[in-house]
């Protein structure tokens, strides 16, 4: 379903159904100061969004343990709890604060797999307003190479929509 997806929609269509996804979401949270609802919502509407999204959720810098993001809000089945900085996709977007796609997370050195499932990966960094990292996006597919860079362009964008 998911490789039937990618092989289907095409980019416009993609960008179109991101496009859509980005206002809903921003007319929801409309008003709505508080970080845990507004990550709850992002997940959420993202992952009904888009039928390669297999887990969907954010990991969180722990303010006890700078140097550590623990799961915040997602949707899927049971995630790890804590990575630190540098270690794996999410660790190293992190750590480098930029947005890391992996086509085969196999490949991925340092990859923590959470799920066999999870064949690929994108992980986008969420900056506030003051320039600080909250955490990462993480979404992860059962297809190979599932994202690419209008995945990355759309989530940089939405995140920056709501967390910036
Ligand atoms: N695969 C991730 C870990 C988080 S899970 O996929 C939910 C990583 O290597 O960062």
């Not at 970080?35 to 887990?55: C, D, I, K, N, P």
Request: hydrophobic residues 50%; negative net charge; contains cysteine.
């Amino acid at each position: 379903m998911a490789e039937a997806f990618n092989e289907l929609v095409l980019p416009d269509a993609k960008a179109a159904r991101y496009a859509a996804v980005a206002e809903e979401i921003a007319a929801v949270l409309e008003g709505e100061p508080n970080l845990t609802a507004r990550m709850a919502t992002v997940g959420s509407m993202l992952a009904a969004s888009f039928e390669h999204y297999f887990w969907t959720g954010f990991y969180l810098v722990d303010p006890g343990k700078p140097d550590e993001l623990v799961v915040g809000p997602y949707q899927g089945a049971l995630g790890c709890l804590r990575i630190a900085f540098g270690r794996g996709v999410c660790g190293t977007a992190a750590a480098t604060r930029t947005t890391q796609v992996v086509d085969d997370v196999g490949a991925f050195p340092g990859h923590i797999a959470c799920d066999s499932r999870s064949a690929s990966e994108i992980v986008v960094p969420v900056i506030d307003r003051a320039g600080a990292l909250i955490g990462v996006f993480d979404v992860d597919s059962e297809a190979p190479a599932a994202f690419d860079d209008l995945d990355a362009e759309w989530l940089e964008r939405i995140l920056k929509q709501v967390f910036g």
